[in-house]
């Protein structure tokens, strides 16, 4: 295994999967370069905000879980394709829940690793599509 996949897997199954080993401030501290940015189209968040927003994520969604299904590596970047799936609780993304309602959805991730941390992340999730499964 590549050290770049083993970073990118420390980062889905131990921060982005709620599991009860894991102190994700600590671990993401550490995996998250300094400088780090995660981009998407609406814009781009420093270290600290997706900090918060995983913490904000493990506290509504108890059984997150995401699986990585493929990774492409090239140079100091890998893309992983994964699905993930939860069963929200509070309000989700506009939708009330309760947990009773689960969905599972796929995302795609491009992960710029440097000195063996992630510096950047381009990601892109099908959360209209988590969205529909919940309402439905």
Not at 3 to 20: D, H, W
Request: hydrophobic share 40%; aromatic share 8%; glycine share 6%.
């Amino acid at each position: 295994m590549s050290n770049l996949k083993s970073v990118v897997e420390i980062f889905y199954n131990k921060c982005l999967t709620v599991n009860a080993d894991t102190n994700t401030d600590q671990v993401l501290a550490q995996l998250l370069a300094d400088d780090f940015k995660s981009k998407n189209a609406a814009g781009e968040k420093p270290k600290q905000a997706l900090i918060g927003q995983i913490a904000f994520f493990w506290k509504i969604m108890p059984d997150m879980k995401w699986e990585i299904q493929e990774t492409i590596e090239q140079g100091n970047q890998i893309v992983v394709r994964s699905l993930f799936s939860a069963s929200p609780r509070g309000n989700f993304k506009g939708v009330e829940c309760d947990g009773s309602k689960s969905f599972k959805t796929m995302a795609i991730d491009i992960h710029t690793i440097e000195n063996g941390q992630i510096k950047q992340v381009y990601h892109c999730e099908e959360w209209d599509t988590a969205i529909e499964q919940l309402k439905n």
